[in-house]
């Protein structure tokens, strides 16, 4: 597989594909009880309920099965499932929380020499690499408490936005259908009107409440990571540059597509003072270099 190709789109991420079974299901589910499609109660119910289903599918799935281990033959440890990189160290950053998705965790962006190493792992899967700028490289992650806990917070803001969205949407969809008799020839079209208010309101309320969740959440998580420092496994002596050893979980992170270490257990610094690696880059001796093999891109 080509860098050009490596990340999945969107719609093909894992996540996404839960959301909209979560939304499909749990909303469908809810608008069964509304009493046919002409009353403004199903659609109400439909809007609340399916925001909230596709929330708590996108956050389940988010929580609990996006990060799949690779469990590869040796040097990978097949049993703990991770494994070890040694490169240069090229970034240093942190997932901004305030913005959508965003999930605060901290990343360490390795460069390697020999993109074997990317393209190929033991089992003969693909191993996607970030390639948003040269040189290729792999992503190493440490997970924040923020992501977590904005997840848990998003999915009671949803549920409590749900019960909440679907009584003010059913309000304003009879209320408003109540007076469709006296609408005449335009009585279907007043029907309509109804339904789509009662969605409106509904949805609008679930999501706003699901927002005002997520911040709540991810301040709890901010307090969490504060508490205790997840970073501390990495010298402070780290810097971009840097000739680093990083050794963690080795796994496919299938929203995106490829494969990284997440999350980082431990870290070596083998050089401090910002010169590059040179032949330590997508080093053997740690075990990620391949056999060669015919039409895997260097």
């Not at 499609?37 to 988010?62: D, E, K």
């Not at 996006?66 to 970034?91: H, M, N, Y």
């Not at 109540?178 to 339904?195: K, M, T, Y």
């Not at 963690?248 to 992170?253: A, F, R």
């Amino acid at each position: 597989m080509s860098k050009e190709t490596c990340e999945l789109p969107w719609y093909q991420s894992f996540s996404a594909g839960c959301a909209l079974a979560g939304g499909v299901s749990i909303g469908a589910a809810a608008a069964a009880f509304g009493g046919g499609l002409s009353n403004p109660a199903t659609w109400a119910l439909l809007g609340s309920w399916g925001l909230a289903g596709a929330v708590i599918g996108y956050c389940s799935c988010r929580l609990a099965g996006r990060l799949r281990k690779v469990l590869v033959s040796p040097p990978f440890d097949a049993k703990s499932g991770q494994t070890t990189v040694c490169g240069e160290l090229i970034a240093i950053g942190r997932s901004d929380p305030l913005k959508p998705f965003g999930d605060g965790d901290w990343l360490y962006n390795v460069a390697t020499r020999d993109r074997t190493v990317l393209e190929v792992a033991f089992d003969g899967s693909t191993a996607c690499v970030r390639t948003e700028a040269p040189p290729d490289f792999l992503h190493c992650e440490i997970t924040s408490a923020i992501g977590t806990a904005g997840c848990i917070g998003q999915m009671v803001g949803a549920v409590v936005g749900a019960v909440a969205g679907s009584a003010a949407g059913v309000a304003v969809g009879v209320a408003i259908a109540a007076g469709c008799a006296a609408a005449g020839i335009f009585w279907l079209l007043c029907v309509i009107v109804a339904a789509i208010v009662a969605l409106i309101v509904a949805a609008v309320i679930t999501a706003v409440a699901t927002e005002i969740g997520e911040y709540v959440g991810k301040a709890i998580g901010a307090a969490i990571d504060a508490a205790g420092d997840p970073t501390d496994i990495i010298p402070d002596v780290a810097e971009v540059g840097s000739c680093v050893c990083l050794t963690g979980d080795w796994v496919t992170d299938r929203d995106h597509g490829w494969n990284e270490i997440h999350d980082i257990r431990s870290a070596m610094i083998l050089d401090s003072g910002g010169r590059i690696c040179g032949g330590v880059i997508g080093a053997a001796a740690t075990g990620l270099t391949v056999p060669e093999r015919p039409g895997v891109p260097k």
